[in-house]
């Protein structure tokens, strides 16, 4: 089992940027997917991206274009760099991991949630 823990997150003006990172703990972080997710107020939590061990990766829709997710194995972090940020963008980021992809992809990864990191997008 693998430890997450979220961090990065802020207040950003639209435009903006922000880069939120996951730094893991316990288990060999290379073999697992990861997945950054949000949970906006009064809304299901949801897939943002996606990367597989081996550096594959997906990203939902309302973010391609602008968000990058990246992972570096020798600090055991996962990156995910938001630019272009909306105030549509607001909510609680969270990492999660699981060995089996398709589980990150449809957002039921049988990692622990942490307390995520709150991205606040607005002027």
């Known amino acids: 089992q693998v430890q997450l823990v979220e961090s990065g997150g802020g207040l950003v003006q639209p435009g903006g940027s922000l880069r939120l990172s996951c730094a893991a703990s316990?288990?060999?972080?290379?073999?697992?997917?990861m997945g950054w997710y949000r949970q906006a107020p009064g809304k299901q939590r949801e897939l943002v991206a996606a990367i597989t061990s081996g550096g594959s990766t997906n990203y939902a829709d309302y973010v391609k274009g602008r968000f990058t997710i990246s992972r570096d194995n020798a600090k055991k972090t996962v990156y995910l760099q938001m630019n272009s940020l909306k105030p549509e963008d607001t909510a609680v980021y969270y990492c999660?991991?699981?060995?089996?992809?398709?589980?990150?992809?449809?957002?039921?990864?049988?990692?622990?949630w942490g307390q995520g990191t709150q991205v606040t997008v607005s002027s």
């Open positions: 999660n991991a699981d060995r089996f992809y398709d589980r990150v992809v449809v957002g039921n990864p049988r990692g622990s």
């Open positions: 316990g288990s060999i972080f290379s073999i697992y997917h």
